[in-house]
Every structure is written in structure tokens, then in C-alpha cells.
């Protein structure tokens, strides 16, 4: 009768918010209304399609009652800071690819891979120095690091 229609709004971490919403309404207004200063960052996926016109109504997307509208909440440089994080949002990390700082988390792989080369030179060199538990426990150590190294770096 009031002319509402219930809309869910999914997000990321599989939560659920219901938004009362007219047909007449665009996208913009549902960000808006919905997510008051975060609209820029908010992105809304309907049946697969990243709905990006901000002045379409939820009637011209054929979005009924009880429609399922993803919310994916994006970070961007200037909000990123100054912005609380939604709980109703996953937010993940990006990595910053262009530049490698150093630190412990970065030297760890190569320092284990010099460790590892090291403790392999005085196995096939000084055989008498290992047993045989040892040179099993050698292999699994190393199978593990390798798969840990493809796991993280590899595509």
C-alpha cells in the first residue's frame, strides 16, 4: 500500500542489511540514503552487473521486492584515512606492488631459503653429521618451505 519495496543489501562478510526503498528511487539516493558520506566509495552489484549510473531508478534495473544488491565498499586515497571503517563492509589490503620496503616480513623468505641451502651443502658434503631422521626431517622442511614459497608467490 505505501508503495515500499524491501531490498537486501549483502555484503562481503555475508551480512545482511534490509533497506525500505520507493521504486522511484536511483542508485545515487539508495547510496545516499543508506551509506550517508561514503556514496563515492560504495559500489553496488546487481545480478552481475556493477551498477554505475547514479540517476537510474531501482524500477528501470527491474529491482523488486526482496532483490539481493551486493555492497562492495572500496577504499580510496582521500577517504582512506579520514574514514571509519563500515562494519557492514569486508575491507581488505591492498598491497602496495611498486616498491618493496625492507623489514623482517620481506628478508624472511630469502633467509630461510640461505638457511636451508646451507643445512643442504653440509648434508650432501659431511653425510656422516646426519642421520637418517634427520635427512627425512630435511626433505619435509623443505617440501613444506617450497610449498609455502609457491603458495605466496606463485600465480
Known sequence: ??????????????TEKVAEVRPEDTVGVL????????ESQMKF??????????????????????CVIHCHRSR??????TALPDPGAAT?????????????????????MVVLAVVWYFRLNYRQLFS?????????VTVLFSFLVFGMYGQ
Not at 100 to 108: I, R, S
Not at 132 to 140: E, N, R, Y
Open 132 to 140: 637418517a631422521p634427520a635427512t627425512v626431517s630435511l626433505i619435509g
Open 1 to 14: 500500500c505505501s508503495g515500499l519495496i524491501k531490498i537486501r543489501l549483502k555484503f562481503l562478510n555475508d
Open 76 to 81: 580510496s586515497a582521500t577517504t582512506a584515512t
Open 92 to 112: 581488505t589490503a591492498v598491497p602496495d606492488t611498486g616498491s618493496f620496503p625492507l623489514g623482517a616480513g620481506n628478508l624472511l623468505v630469502p633467509a630461510v
Open 31 to 38: 547510496k545516499s540514503k543508506f551509506f550517508p558520506g561514503q
Open 45 to 66: 552489484i546487481y545480478r552481475g552487473q556493477l551498477l554505475q549510473d547514479q540517476g537510474r531508478t531501482l524500477r528501470s534495473l527491474h529491482i523488486t521486492d526482496n
